[in-house]
């Protein structure tokens, strides 16, 4: 069955760092997300991606947030300096286009395992 | 706005006991409402949704839940537990504009199955 994978599973940086974390969505998939789960705390949408742009952020996605789909395979989500708050563990997941009445509508999400981001 | 409260952030049940997961939803037009399961060190995996089809969805795993408009409720409902349903437990609303992609999580219910 096909399935979201998320690298690295943990990774540690120190405050200030830049982090890059990657996703490889179901391959028929178009629509992408990110989202993160502080501990202790509910998952929290940091943003969608389509057609190669942002189309929904929230207001945790700042600008020291990227997210970009360098190929035909990977999604990526960049945090340029890292701060002690930015620990958490971050989803990706993806959904399929589904035509409908004349609208393009998101499908189910599904999600990846994960990536526990440590931030020193 | 769309948001979900789910009652009891723990709850223990025994093993063949019924297991019955609280969520009510807030949305200023249809839902679609959505079920995932956490299990430790793992991602979120989809256990059952509501589309506007039948009000009662049956999921994975034997659980099933309905949609109670009237309440506003989507309550996660199985009848036996066992002791691998033991995990975290979500309940999420995203709206049906067609447009909209954003899934608003509940703040989770612990399940806990004992002997």
């Known amino acids: 069955e096909p399935e979201v994978t998320q690298t690295p599973s943990h990774q540690v940086t120190q405050m200030g760092q830049e982090v890059i974390l990657r996703c490889v969505p179901i391959?028929?998939?178009?629509?992408f997300y990110w989202y993160r789960q502080i501990l202790g705390q509910k998952v929290e949408f940091l943003v969608s991606?389509?057609?190669?742009?942002?189309?929904?952020k929230s207001e945790i996605f700042d600008d020291q947030f990227s997210v970009e789909r360098p190929d035909g395979s990977n999604f990526t989500l960049k945090i340029r300096s890292t701060k002690l708050e930015d620990s958490a563990m971050y989803f990706c997941a993806s959904s399929e286009a589904l035509r409908g009445l004349g609208l393009l509508r998101r499908d189910t999400q599904y999600f990846g395992p994960g990536t526990r981001l440590t931030v020193l | 706005a769309q948001s979900v409260t789910q009652l009891g952030s723990h709850v223990s049940v025994s093993e063949g006991a019924l297991v019955l997961l609280r969520c009510n939803y807030s949305?200023?037009?249809?839902?679609?409402l959505f079920w995932y399961v956490q299990y430790p060190n793992q991602g979120l995996q989809l256990l059952l949704k509501y589309t506007s089809a039948a009000t009662l969805v049956k999921g994975i795993n034997g659980f099933e839940a309905e949609f109670k408009k009237s309440e506003t409720s989507f309550h996660l409902t199985k009848p036996s537990a066992h002791m691998s349903d033991a995990a975290e437990y979500f309940c999420?609303?995203?709206?049906?504009?067609?447009?909209?992609?954003?899934?608003?999580f509940g703040t989770g219910t612990r399940l806990q199955v004992t002997l």
């Open positions: 999420a609303v995203r709206l049906d504009t067609g447009t909209a992609s954003k899934l608003t």
């Open positions: 391959s028929n998939h178009l629509y």
């Open positions: 991606f389509y057609n190669n742009e942002i189309s929904e």
């Open positions: 949305s200023s037009v249809p839902p679609y």
